[in-house]
Structure formats: C-alpha cells, structure tokens
C-alpha cells in the first residue's frame, strides 16, 4: 500500500501543490491530489466516460452559442473562486475548492472531446450532446456523484483509495486529451495516420507528467517526501 501510495502522489505532484491543508486525509493518508484538484480530475474522468458511451460515442456535433455560454459561465464560476482564494481576496475551504473544481472539471470534456472527435472521426457521429433538455438533467448526475464521492471518501478507505485512484487516472485523461487536440492542430497538415498521432499523445503525456513531476519535487519538495 505504501508503494502504490507513493506512486500516486508522485503523479499527482506533476500538477498539484498537495499541502496537506488542502487536501483530504484519512488517518495518515493524503489523497494525491488538493480538495481543487481532486473535483477538476475527477468531474473530468466521470464526464469523459459519460461522452465516450452509448449513442455519445464519437460524438463530434459542435454545440449551440448558448450551451457553450452556459458551459463557459459554468467554467469560469469554477475558476472564479481559485482567482479568489490564490489572490487572497476570499480564503476558500476544502468544500468550496472541491465544488469548484468539480465544476470546472465535470465541464471541460463536454466542450474538449467534441472538437476532437470532429477533427479525428469527421463524420462518425453527427450527434449533439445537449441537443436534448435530458441531457442537462445527466451532467447534473455526473456533478452530483462526483461531489458524493469525494464528500464521502473520508468515511471509507474503500472509497477514499478509489477516488485517489480515479482521481490520478484524471489527471492522465485531462493531460492526455490536451496534448491529443495540440498534436491534432499541429499534424494537421502533415499526412500523419489516426495511429501515429495517438502515440505521439500518448507518449508525450507520460512524458509531461513524469517532467512535471521531477521538476515539482526538486525545486518544491511536498511535505509527503520529507
């Protein structure tokens, strides 16, 4: 357990502070991620998996103005209250910095997976996602689960290593998804197959992160090495 621990918060260090404070614990375990960062990763991998099944699949229809101004404020709200909190101007709790980041999270693949899918599977699946009001009523859901998950984590070690894993499994699809649309807007012109740029996004995922990582504990040594 200590080894996969370790792992963990090593991951988690390529894009998180981890000051204990800000983070949840059970006995003397840290998640491997803050209260913020642990809502953005997870609403994140819920909302990915929630676009990448069923009839969403491949899904490449590009949003209304409307559900993007709506996704949009929602997203900004979200990262309202880091601008607060980081500039001083209001000190947030870990509840708000996980409602927060959860929000922000649980936003991003429904704006980011669909521009993807329409430059690497043009044409596979023309469906809109929010093209039906029940579609408000599943990114709710998804908000919701992943707020009673993190909320609860404390109360089991079951769930408390659950969410810590799923929340570093977050990480890697966040990272992944970001550098996939650089390399998509990069190779575009470049006659590279589908195969070819998914490994280069791979790769150069796992490579970030593990940069990232090395370069956050060696300048800024968490509390958990020490």
């Known amino acids: ?20 404070d800000r983070s949840y614990l059970i006995g003397d375990l840290q998640m491997p991620l803050c209260a913020r960062c642990i809502g953005i990763q997870l609403g994140f991998l819920l909302s990915s998996l929630f676009i990448w099944t069923g009839p969403r699949k491949f899904t490449s ?9 709506v996704l ?18 209001s000190e947030s709790d ?61 109360t089991s070690p079951i769930l408390f290593s659950a969410v810590s894993i ?21 190779s575009d012109s470049k006659g590279m197959s589908g195969h070819q740029r998914i490994a280069i996004s791979a790769v150069s995922t796992v490579a970030f992160i593990l940069v990232m990582a090395v370069i956050h504990i060696l300048i800024i040594p968490p509390a958990w090495i020490g």
Do not use: E
Request: hydrophobic fraction near 60%.
């Open 166 to 186: 799923l929340s570093v499994i977050g990480l890697f699809v966040l990272s992944f998804t970001l550098i996939t649309l650089l390399v998509l807007i990069l």
């Open 61 to 69: 229809g590009m949003l209304g103005k409307r559900t993007n101004i």
């Open 1 to 20: 357990m200590d080894s996969l621990w370790s792992i963990l918060m090593f991951f988690g260090s390529s894009f998180c502070h981890q000051i204990p």
């Open 94 to 154: 870990n509840l708000r910095r996980t409602l927060s980041g959860l929000l922000m999270g649980t936003v991003m693949p429904f704006l980011l997976v669909p521009l993807i899918n329409r430059i690497f599977f043009q044409g596979r699946n023309s469906r809109i996602i929010f093209g039906k009001n029940v579609d408000w009523a599943w990114f709710a859901a998804i908000y919701l689960i992943g707020a009673a998950m993190i909320l609860l984590a404390t």
């Open 72 to 89: 949009a404020t929602m997203f900004f709200i979200g990262g309202f209250d880091a601008i607060l909190s980081y500039s001083g101007i």
